[in-house]
């Protein structure tokens, strides 16, 4: 087991919030897209494999926003040159399928391989090993390291999505008495925190009211943000400061 993915969960857990694969992964997203940004970019083992896949809408967006622009634009014209083959073969089966069943699979076919190319990306495929590498160091750390499971405990749980990651590597990697040790864990962590998060959002929208303008605590004021990142993951930016000065009422 890897000391530096061990040391980044025990950081993700210190940091709190509502979903430590989430700040992980977050964090992981962030450095990725930053050395795609500057060196990473001309790295010839890379290029090939960027070359086949290339990166998905949003992961291109970022991308884009940064300052590399030369980069970036050296790195989409070679995937382009390896994918402009089959792109203009989808696109003239599209053309000519003619009519009739066999047309018709034919153009849901080239359809199928225009849309693939969005649907493939390097980072999210660097992401996805990533949380498979952290889900596995929680688990690990859960049956190997006794204080472990007082910290976890004492958290917040997961996201939804990141939740049914870890309920799937759980299932994997736990057998018998340590799966369902491991569910007796985060099924009431998960419970708990989805119940206080509707009660913390009914707050979060009573601050909206003149009467309450300034008032409200931290919980109450980024209970939009950490509902958000309960429900769809990713990183939502935790404002103490969340509500506005005037409701405009």
Known sequence: MAKL?????????????????????????????????????????????????????????????????????LLLHTHLQTKLPDLLESLSTLATAGSGRKAAARRSAAAAGLGSLRERCFICTLLKEGRDRYAFTILYLWRKDPEFPATLLSSRGFCIGHFLDMLAAAERLLR?????????????????????????????????????????????????????????????????GGTPATTGR
């Open 5 to 73: 993915e061990i040391s980044k969960v025990h950081d993700a857990y210190a940091a709190g919030g509502e979903c430590p694969l989430c700040i992980l992964l977050d964090s992981a997203e962030d450095t990725y897209v930053r050395s795609f940004q500057h060196s990473r970019v001309m790295e010839p083992n890379v290029r090939v494999q960027t070359n086949e896949t290339g990166f998905c809408p949003d992961h291109y967006r970022k991308l884009y926003v940064g300052e590399n622009k030369l980069g970036l634009g």
């Open 176 to 240: 018998g008495d340590r799966l369902q040790g491991w569910l007796d864990a985060v099924v009431p962590l998960m419970t708990a925190s989805l119940t206080r998060l509707e009660m913390e959002l009914l707050a979060f929208t009573q601050l909206f009211h003149d009467s309450n303008r300034g008032l409200g605590s931290d919980e109450e004021r980024t209970a939009l943000a950490r509902t958000l990142q309960k429900l769809a993951g990713g990183g939502f930016r935790l404002e103490a």
